[in-house]
Each structure stands twice: as structure tokens, then as C-alpha cells.
Nanobody, 119 residues
Framework: QVQLVESGGGSVQSGGSLRLSCAASGFTFSSYCMGWFRQAPGKEREGVASRDGDGSTSYADSVKGRFTISKDNAKNTLYLQMNSLKPEDTAMYYC?????????????WGQGTQVTVSS
């Protein structure tokens, strides 16, 4: 059974940092695409960052240079390091898995962790 559990959200001031974690279980974590998404109130869900099974990464333009996605295969954990946070980064952040090497269709989702950035 695939399970994704996010943690690490919280409230920070503009310019601050947070590191989100996503503990994964039920599949071969090291082989597959993983990603982070976010959804702000009244807005559509958007992709933030993804990492293919071969290690290739992709970022939304709005977070490039500020966010970094990484994996610890030994711990079956996906991370999102978020630096220089802005109020517009405020959203619920979700971890997702696409059980293929290349990111094409995220079929498994965590419950989300809230990030709030104040000005």
C-alpha cells in the first residue's frame, strides 16, 4: 500500500526558510518520480518541483533558485528545501508519487502540510 506523509510545514516570516519532508512507503522509492505540489486558497493546484527516477529535476519558474527538491533513498524520504520564502508561497503543500521513472502522471498523494509566509 503506497503511503506518503508530509511534515515540516509551519509559519515563517518573509525571507525565512523551511524544509518539508515526505516519508514514503509501499513502493520502491529510489526508482520512481516524486514531486511537490501546492494549492493556495481559491487557486488551482500547481506543480512546484519534481525529481525523476534518474535524478533529473524540474522546478516551477516561481521557485527556481529558491527551492530545492532532494531524496534520501536510505530513509525513503523526499525533501523540499524552501529558502527566501515569500508571502505568495503560502499554500498547502503536497507530496506526490508517479510510479514510473519519468514524471508523467502523479497517482499517489499525501495529505498535505500547510506553509504560511507572513510579510
Amino acid at each position: 500500500q503506497v503511503q506518503l506523509v508530509e511534515s515540516g510545514g509551519g509559519s515563517v516570516q518573509s525571507g525565512g526558510s523551511l524544509r518539508l519532508s515526505c516519508a514514503a512507503s509501499g513502493f520502491t522509492f529510489s526508482s520512481y518520480c516524486m514531486g511537490w505540489f501546492r494549492q493556495a486558497p481559491g487557486k488551482e493546484r500547481e506543480g512546484v518541483a519534481s525529481r525523476d527516477g534518474d535524478g533529473s529535476t524540474s522546478y516551477a519558474d516561481s521557485v527556481k533558485g529558491r527551492f530545492t527538491i532532494s531524496k534520501d533513498n536510505a530513509k525513503n524520504t523526499l525533501y523540499l528545501q524552501m529558502n527566501s520564502l515569500k508571502p505568495e508561497d503560502t499554500a498547502m503543500y503536497y507530496c506526490a508519487a508517479d510510479l514510473q521513472e519519468q514524471c508523467t502522471d502523479f497517482t499517489y498523494w499525501g495529505q498535505g502540510t500547510q506553509v504560511t509566509v507572513s510579510s
